[in-house]
């Protein structure tokens, strides 16, 4: 063990023993080495050698040299105002902290100290991942017997592995072969985020718990199972519908949810999330209260199964600087991913000036949310269309930039489609014009084939 002693004082001091200290320290973290990334225990013994209470003792780290040392919890001892603990007399207590270093820098050395004394210092073994690499490896796999379990067969090709939280932040990435394996190597020694994208045929993956990988240089590293499960749209449909198209701010909302199970077989624990961006202005209000549907609240459906629910919300007051108002709320099951869920979006106007509205389209290939060189979708017909009646407002052409302004309409919530293009985003195409604070700004939509 490596080990640190050090003295303090607490905010009211007893008489101390004549011949030590009032409070012993001891500061101690295991001998196997650390990873830069992953959170460590750090042991503090505290000892009162004094026959009075020790109260409200805290302490704090001080930074010497090498990477930083970020406490996550002090258990009690420091971090905030409410911290402080009490040493009856002569009581020894030990304490767990949890630190990380986030960025190599060195081997970490730290002081810990306390009012009124000269601290006591602790060196951290770290991995140096500047010479020590290893790998990973693993497998993405669609689950298509829903076992929870990689079984042959179920591997999924063409996927995109990739490890985060590099000291670079960039992402590191891999493709799948053609059993969904893939593997990295050379990797600096740290811990690292793992996930998946870009998988094929619409499977979703299930990141119902972040995944890590630890590379310390080990041979053969660390490997991974990275579940996919099919589009929760696929079992279930949903579709939702407001009582009228035109409200004033304060009406109250009839809202009417149907909900079928089209899966072959029974579908237990579903409910609703609604308004997951939180707090949208534009959004009804009131739908919290919808606890025969919303989480924690869950119902079931027996194989082809139809339930319809009715329930009420009001007209939030910012609707009349969007032009209306909106309910976006999805169904599924919890744990699971909320990718792919079935969703339903109805949308009403609320009286309101009309406005202007402008902005661009293109398909985002590298998927990097930015209208690189070849990505605009360019000398083509663009329809604004309302989201309450379908009908279609405005038609205009892009330039050779992908941009296209509809000039003066109605204000109102609205969605801007393209023949033969499909909107990627979760807001499905969706712009808003009236007077809210970004109504009048460009907007940028993501579409592909």
């Known amino acids: 063990m490596l080990t640190a002693v050090l003295t303090t004082g607490a905010f009211v001091t007893p008489a101390a023993h004549a011949d030590g200290p009032s409070l012993l320290i001891t500061a101690s973290v295991g001998a196997e080495p650390q990873l830069v ?5 750090i042991t503090l013994t505290l000892t009162n050698t004094t026959d009075q209470p020790l109260t409200k003792v805290t302490l704090w780290d001080e930074h010497l040299s090498g990477s930083w040392l970020s406490v996550q919890d002090w258990a009690g001892l420091g971090g905030s105002p409410q911290a402080g603990v009490t040493l009856d007399a002569g009581a020894t207590r030990t304490f767990t902290i949890t630190a990380a270093v986030w960025t190599w820098n060195g081997v970490p050395h730290e002081r810990f100290r306390a009012d009124w004394t000269p601290g006591g210092e602790l060196v951290v073994p770290l991995i140096d991942p500047t010479t020590t690499h290893g790998a990973a490896s693993g497998v993405v ?11 042959p067969g179920e591997g999924l090709p063409g996927a995109t592995a990739y490890l985060y939280g590099t000291s ?21 020694a740290q811990r690292y985020g793992i996930s998946t994208t870009k998988l094929p045929d619409g499977w979703i993956y299930d990141a119902a718990a972040e995944q890590r990988v630890d590379v310390d240089g080990s041979d053969p590293g660390p490997a991974v199972a990275l579940r996919a499960v099919r589009p929760f749209s696929e079992k ?13 701010v ?13 899966s072959g077989g029974d579908l237990h624990g579903i409910s609703a999330g609604c308004d997951r961006v939180g707090g949208s202005p534009d959004h009804l209000l009131g739908w919290e209260a919808w606890d025969d ?17 009715t329930e009420t919300g009001t007209v939030p007051t910012a609707a009349t600087t969007y032009g209306g108002f909106r309910l976006s709320c999805d169904f599924g099951t919890e744990p699971g991913p909320l990718d792919g869920r079935p969703t339903v979006d109805p949308a009403a106007r609320v009286a309101a000036p009309p406005g202007t509205t402008a ?9 990097n949310y930015t209208v690189d060189a070849g990505e605009a979708i360019a000398g083509t017909a663009v329809e604004l269309v309302d989201r309450v009646d379908g009908s279609v407002t405005a038609t205009a052409v ?31 195409g969706s712009v808003s014009v009236g007077t809210c604070w970004y109504c009048g700004e460009d907007w940028a939509l993501r579409y592909q084939r």
Request: proline share 5%; aromatic share 10%.
């Open 293 to 309: 549907i919303t989480a924690p609240g869950a119902f079931d459906l027996a194989a082809g199964e139809t339930r319809t629910f």
């Open 250 to 262: 304060g009406d109250t909302v009839q809202v009417t949810l149907t909900l079928t199970n089209v």
């Open 236 to 248: 279930l449909h949903a579709t939702g519908s407001f009582d009228r198209g035109t409200y004033q």
């Open 359 to 367: 902005g661009v389209v293109y398909h985002d290939d590298n998927a």
């Open 37 to 41: 990334g992953k959170p460590f225990p």
């Open 398 to 428: 892009s330039d050779a930039q992908g941009h296209v302004a509809f000039g003066t309409v109605p204000a109102g919530p609205y969605r801007v489609r393209i023949a033969g293009w499909r909107a990627v985003d979760a807001d499905q």
């Open 141 to 151: 796999y669609g689950d298509r017997n829903e076992n929870g379990t990689f079984d």
């Open 168 to 188: 670079s932040g960039n992402q590191i990435e891999a493709t799948t072969d053609a059993d969904g394996r893939f593997s990295f190597t050379d990797l600096p």
